[in-house]
């Protein structure tokens, strides 16, 4: 039987993206959705103005939304991806883990707290044990896995196909779309014929988040990794694709074709919805596209590209589908990841 799930924040960009990504699943059942209290009551198609490619899913269009609230998921439902705003996710998240429910969630909220996994399932999934942590020290019979902020799935797949060589440091600049933002994020005036060199907050996750992603879990506690972190992140004219310019000094000497050979062989999982090919290296100077290229492994792989030497160690590009890879996606692997592990 398929595992009867929930989305929190379901009318939203991200929302929608999981609605996509959920309805075909064949582990995962459609069974609650909820919004803010001016959408409970309406069904999905009165109450959420459809901006995702393709039609709203005829068998979710007229489910009846309601508040998120605890009180009013049923109880058997045993899986909830969260794309709440992270003001809001503060506050209901822990009410849900508390009320028994296991959660997937994309906000940012609580992805830095000691005892709550952050996870990239083909980086990290050995974190995820850190619920059996979370739930005894908060007393939870649900629990709360985190994936990472977009800009920061894009390149630790990449930091991690190269670990081996000893990462000592990493600059990474962003050219982020404007999808990142929400459709509402950021105005037309603002962006066309323009480049914005700041997104409130992001440099200083994709700085701690890498370092935890990239950290070591003994079955108690989780150190992070040692590696120096520094990110400038930028709002480009793009709809969808962050493209992100990458310098790495490793310990260990490291080529462009030794550094490539390291991606394209990097492991991807057996899961449901991780791409055949987790990073898919390009020989072109001038590739990864955001255009071209977000959409490999159905919006799930990552691209890299452009791998040569500099002053500042090895320099390359990467690229991924931002709400696809960096966002709903992402949740949805973890959930299938809970579900691997016996968590539901």
């Not at 506690?221 to 040692?226: D, I, K, P, R, V």
């Not at 791998?307 to 949740?331: D, K, M, P, V, W």
């Amino acid at each position: 039987m398929a595992v009867r799930v929930g989305v929190l924040g379901a009318t939203g960009a991200v929302g929608q993206r999981l609605i996509q990504l959920l309805d075909p699943h064949p582990d995962f059942e459609i069974a609650a959705l909820t919004a803010s209290d001016s959408s409970a009551g309406k069904t999905y198609r009165q109450a959420a103005k459809w901006r995702v490619e393709g039609p709203i899913p005829e068998d979710v269009a007229e489910t009846t939304v309601t508040a998120t609230d605890p009180d009013e998921v049923p109880d058997d439902v045993d899986l909830l991806f969260s794309s709440l705003p992270s003001s809001v996710g503060a506050e209901v998240e822990p009410a849900f883990c508390e009320a028994g429910y296991v959660m997937s969630s994309n906000s940012s909220n609580a992805r830095m707290d000691d005892d709550v996994p952050l996870v990239i399932p083909e980086v990290n999934a050995d974190h995820i044990d850190l619920l059996e942590v979370q739930r005894d020290e908060r007393g939870w019979d649900g629990a709360m896995v985190k994936n990472p902020n977009c800009s920061t799935i894009t390149f630790v797949p990449t930091l991690a196909a190269l670990a081996e060589y000893g990462l000592e440091s990493v600059h990474v600049a962003t050219l982020q779309a404007v999808s990142g933002a929400g459709y509402d994020g950021v105005s037309s005036m603002e962006i066309i014929d323009n480049a914005i060199p700041y997104i409130g907050s992001e440099e200083d996750k994709l700085e701690t988040e890498s370092r935890k992603l990239l950290g070591e879990f003994d079955g108690a506690e989780l150190s992070h990794n040692g590696v120096e972190v520094a990110a400038s992140c930028n709002r480009i004219p793009t709809i969808d694709g962050h493209l992100e310019n990458v310098w790495v000094e490793t310990e260990e000497e490291l080529s462009p074709e030794d550094a490539a050979d390291a991606m394209a062989s990097y492991p991807s999982l057996e899961l449901r919805s991780s791409p055949d090919q987790l990073i898919h290296v390009f020989e072109e100077p001038d590739r990864p596209q955001p255009r071209l290229d977000r959409s490999l492994g159905d919006g799930m792989a990552v691209a890299a590209g452009g791998l040569r030497e500099s002053s500042f160690g090895l320099q390359y590009n990467c690229l991924a589908h931002n709400t696809i890879r960096g966002a709903a996606g992402a949740s949805v692997l973890n959930g299938e990841l809970l579900l691997e592990n016996g968590y539901l």
